[in-house]
């Protein structure tokens, strides 16, 4: 968890119920963005929840010492809850999915009047559970209205019966649909009186495999359920973030103009290739693998457009930098070389 000191008079003072800040840093001699979900939000400071993966910017922020600055922008996101609007709210969390969820249930707690029955299923790989035992209180406390549900793939975990004094724990590596209808039976039996929301928050491989699951129940995921990290659905992250994402500053690149003739061949190639469109990552992949996926497409027009525009640089790269699992990418890659 990283809680940053923010300048007085901030513009993140009020960072709404679910959303997330962009972080940005250099790197390499350009700019890098990834979102956070903020987990605790004050005038005087936020936190994040952030798992220290082999990426770019796990390693920065892990390297990060007290007193050290962090560029943000935002905040962003689809989702903000509003009291009254959902009568019941199903969440399901994976890993550090649990951050704008925990924010959420802390706001609906602290407010006796907001009346919303909130059910959380939150998995994790080992029974190491980020908030264990918070989330036991609140699970524990009979004025709260809220049941939690741990699942955990590790073999060596004892397991909890559903709907005992504790939080039940489930061991299973995935969080299947028999999980899913039985930890929340209001899915397959809807209300007509009641309005439930489904909030999904973990890898985008567990949100899209849970929507799709849900959607075999016959849960109306185009209205009613929400994803925090998946790119095209409702929880995309906003275009200014992506934006953003992995360009050359300003200076260096004024600085690059003048240089010497190998570099300005390079600037010359690099105007070439504006002017042959680069063709736009899809934002409407399901990720179901499927057999036309648009990702087959992309690659298709991006070989095409690296050849018109004369580009040595390995498609493997660009492939690289692609906001998708790292399954697709390997896949991706591996379509590539068959192509070449
Ligand atoms: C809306 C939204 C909210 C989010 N909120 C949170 C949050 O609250 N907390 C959080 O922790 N994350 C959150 N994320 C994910 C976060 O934005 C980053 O994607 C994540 O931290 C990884 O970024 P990175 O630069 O470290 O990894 P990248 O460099 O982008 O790498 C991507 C993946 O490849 C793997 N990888 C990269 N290099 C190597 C290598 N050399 N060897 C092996 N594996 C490698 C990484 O482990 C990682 O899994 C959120 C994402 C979204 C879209």
Known sequence: MLTFGLPKDSVFQDIPLGNHLSVRIEYNGAYLSRPYCVIHSTPQSIEFLVKYENGKMSQYLKQMKVGDYLEMTGPQGDFTYTKGKYDELLMIAGGTGIAPMIRILRHILADHSDRAITKLLYANKSDEIPFREELTRIHLNPV?????????????????????????????????????????????????????????????????????????????????????????????????????????????????????????????????EQAIKKPVEPQDCCGSCCPNCVYFQYLDQLSD???????TEPIENTISDLNISPGLKAFLIMESKFKK
């Open 305 to 311: 457009y690296l050849k018109k525009t004369g580009s």
């Open 144 to 272: 709260n209205r809220t049941q939690v549900t741990f699942v955990i793939s590790t073999q060596n975990v004892k397991p909890e019966p559903l709907g005992g004094a504790s939080p039940s724990v489930i061991q299973s590596d995935v969080i299947s649909s028999e999980i899913l209808k039985r930890v929340f039976p209001s899915l397959c039996n809807p209300s007509p009186f009641n309005s439930t929301q489904v909030l999904i928050c973990g890898p985008p491989e567990m949100e899209m495999g849970i929507r799709g699951d849900l959607k075999r129940i016959g849960f109306n995921v185009e209205e009613n359920c929400f994803t925090f990290t998946v790119k095209g659905s409702k929880g995309e992250v906003n275009q200014e973030a992506n934006l953003l994402e992995e360009h050359k500053p300003k200076q260096a690149q004024e600085n690059n103009l003048n240089q010497d003739k190998d570099q300005q061949q390079h600037t010359q190639n690099q105007e070439k």
